[in-house]
């Protein structure tokens, strides 16, 4: 197994100078291809500080960020959206979905912006679609569609054009608990068939589904083990 994420001695430090806030403090963590990841942490602790890191959203005030040993903790922001985009696959807790567009528009859209041409990306947009049991809704817009159907749609953008990297921040926080496990199952499966999916959450449920857990305190590393668990019990 080849170092997917290398993150060593990473800070972040918000509004340098008196009222400075050292979001991440000295982070270090290695995560292989293949591997399936829960960060947790109470609020406050520096999730959304480390997400915004390893999705290359923003740079780390100190300490190095190797991607596929790219050196990402330098690089301009130009460089950064290109990297993003080749590399992850980001899903958020409020879909991010637009509202005026079919579930098919929604899964092309990131693709026009990546200059994929129309018949490609209507390709890979519907087989996307249908990885996640989608295709009978394509031209269905959000508002015609559960909170766990939305979902999936974002599932299917991140994954349209098969990122190393899925990056889920609280990605069931606003489902009940059947769109919660239909999610997760698509989460598990993405991982067997061989893609690197990291989730952030403060629910120790979801994070009772993943092989390992990192567990961040105060912007420091408080825990990080492989679960003794089958994940893939039934
Ligand atoms: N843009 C920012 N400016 C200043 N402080 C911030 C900013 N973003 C986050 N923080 C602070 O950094 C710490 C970690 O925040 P965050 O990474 O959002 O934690 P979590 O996602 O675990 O709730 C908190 O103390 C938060 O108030
Ligand atoms: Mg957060």
Do not use: W
Request: proline residues 3%; charged residues 25%.
């Amino acid at each position: 197994m080849s170092a997917l994420v290398e993150v060593k001695d990473m800070c972040k430090v918000y509004n340098p100078g008196e009222n400075e806030v050292r979001a991440l403090d000295h982070v270090n963590v290695t995560i292989n291809e293949n591997e399936f990841v829960a960060i947790i942490g109470h609020s406050g602790s520096g999730k959304s500080t480390l997400m915004n890191m390893l999705g290359c959203l923003d740079v780390p005030t100190s300490g190095t960020y190797l991607l596929h040993d790219q050196d990402v903790s330098r690089m301009s922001d130009d460089d950064l959206s290109d990297i993003r985009n080749r590399e992850i696959g980001f899903i958020f807790q409020g879909f991010n979905l637009i509202q005026n567009l079919t579930a098919l528009e929604n899964v092309e859209l990131p693709l026009i912006y990546r200059g994929v041409g129309k018949r490609e990306r209507t390709e890979l947009s519907r087989n996307a679609l249908t990885r996640v049991g989608l295709e009978k809704r394509m031209s269905h817009k959000p508002s015609e569609m559960s909170g766990g159907q939305q979902q999936r749609v974002a599932i299917a953008r991140a994954i349209a054009q098969a990122p190393p990297v899925i990056l889920a921040d609280e990605p069931t926080g606003n489902l009940d608990s059947g769109s919660t496990k239909e999610i997760m199952g698509i989460l598990k499966d993405l991982h067997k068939e061989g893609r690197t999916v990291i989730i952030i959450t403060h629910d120790n449920d979801i994070a009772a589904q993943a092989e390992r857990i990192i567990r961040i305190k105060d912007g420091q590393i408080e825990a990080d083990y492989v679960q003794e668990t089958e994940i893939y019990e039934e």
